[in-house]
């Protein structure tokens, strides 16, 4: 599906988006969480990054099959390393997912309803918001780490 544009590799440079976006969403997050008179500015840009954020990770794990099938054969050192980013990668989707869902459904509740919640509901959900941001966060740095330790051999 997604393998080359204009005979280049597409998985790498769809990264380079998710390695920009998904931090930016993440921070945009954790920003709306802990700043509440930031919430209506920042409710809309968070939506639209945690989203695009996603999306770019979607697309980088569907690109990153087919790349992966350049490296068939690959033993030692060099197959680890492509198993560690693959692996991290994994992780990294499913909790992008959760991120983005949750990003979603708080910034509703909290910025678009004007929700009547109890403060103890409303710091829980922040709460996780944070959680959630902050492990996407840490995840697409070991991930991406893994990948460039996998594609210039460090």
């Known amino acids: 599906m997604l393998d080359k544009f204009n005979n280049l590799p597409v998985h790498p440079l769809?990264?380079?988006a998710a390695v920009?976006?998904?931090?930016?969403a993440a921070l945009a997050a954790v920003a709306f969480a802990i700043v509440p008179r930031w919430r209506y500015v920042l409710r809309w840009p968070t939506v639209v990054a945690?989203?695009?954020a996603f999306s770019t990770l979607f697309l980088a794990r569907e690109?990153?099959?087919?790349?992966?099938?350049?490296?068939?054969?690959?033993?030692?050192v060099l197959a680890h390393r492509i198993q560690t980013h693959q692996h991290r990668?994994?992780?990294?989707?499913w909790l992008a997912l959760v991120f983005v869902v949750l990003a979603v459904v708080v910034?509703?509740?909290?910025?678009?309803?004007?929700?009547?919640?109890?403060?103890?509901?409303?710091?829980?959900?922040?709460a996780l918001l944070v959680v959630s941001a902050i492990?996407?966060?840490?995840?697409?740095?070991?991930?991406?780490?893994?990948g460039s330790r996998a594609a210039w051999g460090t």
């Open 107 to 126: 910034i509703w509740l909290l910025a678009f309803r004007r929700s009547t919640l109890p403060p103890a509901a409303q710091w829980g959900l922040n």
């Open 50 to 52: 945690s989203v695009a």
């Open 20 to 24: 920009v976006l998904t931090p930016l």
């Open 89 to 93: 990668a994994s992780i990294l989707f």
């Open 135 to 146: 492990s996407v966060l840490v995840l697409v740095i070991l991930t991406g780490e893994a």
């Open 63 to 76: 690109s990153g099959f087919p790349f992966k099938k350049r490296f068939t054969g690959s033993t030692g």
């Open 14 to 16: 769809i990264v380079h």
